[in-house]
């Protein structure tokens, strides 16, 4: 309803502002309409209403060891991002060609402690950003915990996809004991962060 007023108002004031209808004596001028969008990537909140620049998201893996006491097969067993577990957003960014980016941090209890041999208290992965872009085609990135150090980035090439469905996907999968499938896994509480950056083509 809004649009279509403006529309109209629009258009009545060309009407006044044509010089051709103008009288003599009468005065007419130009208005310039003018407004700006800025640079930007955003996380939307559900229910498209509120934009955020960061967000969390938890993947609770549960319980990590077998009954043998080595990590899990169902765990252990995906090997790629299809199998792995994830989470998902929503993502709007206002530029042509964002930059997206991945790091990790080992799955471990926290403690510089060595729990012996035979036993393993770091859980390495693959951590990986999957981004949908406007063509409908997918951009990846991924991070491994046991040979990478530094954030891994990729520009998307293009738009990211609007609309309001997720358009970007987080998964982590490829877990692996540190010490080796056979080692027996220490007891605690095991945390691990994966960061994920888009940016804006500034």
């Known amino acids: 309803m809004t649009k279509t007023i403006i ?10 502002a044509t010089p051709a209808l103008a009288a003599t004596g009468d005065v007419t ?18 229910g498209g209403t509120v934009e ?3 967000y969390t998201g938890t993947i609770d893996l549960k319980r990590l060891d077998a009954a043998d006491g080595t990590l899990r097969s169902t765990l252990a067993g995906a090997a790629t991002a299809a199998d792995g577990i994830k989470v998902n957003a929503r993502i709007v960014c206002t530029s042509a060609n964002p930059t997206v980016g991945v790091s990790a941090t080992k799955l471990n209890t926290g403690g510089a402690t060595d729990p012996g ?10 951590a990986q ?13 991924t ?18 996809a609007g609309g309001s469905a997720d358009n970007v996907e987080v998964s982590i999968y490829n877990l692996a004991s540190e010490a080796g499938a056979t080692s ?8 691990s962060t994966v960061t994920v950056t888009i940016q804006p083509t500034v």
């Open 7 to 16: 529309s109209t108002l629009i258009a009545t004031s060309a009407l006044i």
């Open 184 to 191: 027996l896994l220490a007891s605690g509480s095991y945390t």
């Open 29 to 46: 001028g130009t208005i310039n309409v003018t407004g700006t969008v800025g640079a930007r990537c955003s996380v939307i909140a559900p």
């Open 143 to 160: 991070y491994s915990t046991l040979t990478d150090t530094t954030a891994k980035t990729a520009a998307l090439g293009e738009r990211i």
């Open 129 to 141: 950003i999957k981004v949908k872009a406007a063509s409908g085609a997918y951009k990846t990135v």
């Open 117 to 126: 041999a035979g036993y393993s208290n770091d859980i390495d992965y693959t």
């Open 52 to 54: 955020n620049q960061a």
